[in-house]
């Protein structure tokens, strides 16, 4: 089985001002199976902008991972697989725009034609089969996962969506479904403020049925919403996924992100049905 894929960019879009969409193709892409999990994800491998050179790990006889001291660093970031296409032999992936970062320079600078190697995708979602609820979470990091397990989501489960984006515009359209409600939080998180998204989660009112939790968002926020989950909603493991997307460089204390008083009705009583 393959291992890695080399690739080339075939389109790119913005689909925000802090959203960039780079469509990857290549003839290796047909041995490339998705797990068909929603937030699958995999690693895009970058070259050094020093050297040009594009390490990869050395794959050892049990599909360990392991690296080369005498080589450059492996450069690589993890993104989610938002689309796959066998038939065309393309996916897509969307990556957040930001300041500094081998990726994110490599990225604002890629044009079709562009080299890109990649792995093998794995997911994280998984629901209980009895679930007739989820709670979806997340940062403009998690936007891309999240829309894609709304596209996936089946028609009879109820879904409560809250994202915190760093302002207005970096609003994105979601897939539609009848059972979802839709909190976006603008100002916080993402790098520019505290995130609100644990005043959120302790906001939310969840129903009594089985259901599950899943968040994507920087790690410090992720913590405290496990940490939440765990201690006073009592979930157990397998009612919840809640992954740390990113990390924010460490800064002085800030203060804890509040919630405006319609956000915290909104978020006590807004579930579709």
Same mark, same amino acid.
């Given at each position: ?11 790119? +879009? ?33 070259? &050094? @902008? ?30 989610? #697989? ?9 996916? =897509? ?15 604002? &600078?890629?044009?079709?034609? =562009? ?11 998984? !629901? ?15 936007? @891309?996962? %999240? ?6 989501? !089946? ?9 915190? #984006? ?6 994105? !359209? ?7 409600? #839709? ?9 520019? +403020? ?27 926020? +992720? ?11 009592? %979930? @157990? @493991?397998?009612?919840?996924?809640? #992954? ?14 509040? %919630?405006? !008083? ?12």
């Amino acid at each position: 089985m393959r291992t890695f894929f080399n690739v080339e960019v075939a389109a790119r +879009a913005m689909l925000s001002p802090a959203m960039l969409r780079l469509t990857f193709a290549g003839e290796e892409l047909r041995d490339f199976v998705s797990t068909g999990i929603g937030d699958e994800y995999l690693r895009l491998f970058f070259p &050094d @902008p020093a050297t040009g050179e594009r390490v990869l790990p050395i794959i050892d006889a049990e599909g360990r991972w392991r690296y080369d001291d005498d080589k450059p660093p492996v450069r690589c970031a993890t993104y989610t #697989v938002r689309r796959f296409d066998p038939a065309r032999r393309s996916l =897509d992936i969307d990556l957040v725009l930001h300041e500094g970062g081998t990726a994110c320079g490599w990225a604002r &600078d890629a044009r079709p034609g =562009d080299a890109m190697v990649l792995n093998r995708p794995r997911g994280l979602y998984a !629901p209980p089969e009895d679930f007739r609820w989820q709670l979806l979470m997340a940062d403009a990091t998690g936007i @891309p996962a %999240l829309a894609r397990l709304l596209e996936q989501t !089946p028609q009879d489960i109820r879904s409560r969506v809250v994202i915190e #984006v760093a302002e207005a515009a970096h609003r994105q !359209p979601l897939p539609a479904h009848p059972g979802a409600v #839709v909190s976006w939080i603008e100002g916080a998180g993402n790098g520019v +403020a505290p995130s609100a998204l644990e005043a959120a989660f302790r906001a939310l009112k969840l129903p009594e049925t089985p259901g599950y939790v899943w968040v994507a968002a920087e790690q410090e926020a +992720a913590r405290a919403i496990r940490q939440q989950a765990k201690r006073t909603r009592r %979930l @157990p @493991p397998e009612r919840c996924k809640i #992954v740390a997307y990113w990390v924010e460089a460490p800064r002085r204390a800030p203060p804890a992100a509040g %919630l405006s !008083p319609a956000l915290q009705a909104a978020l006590a009583e807004g579930w579709a049905g």
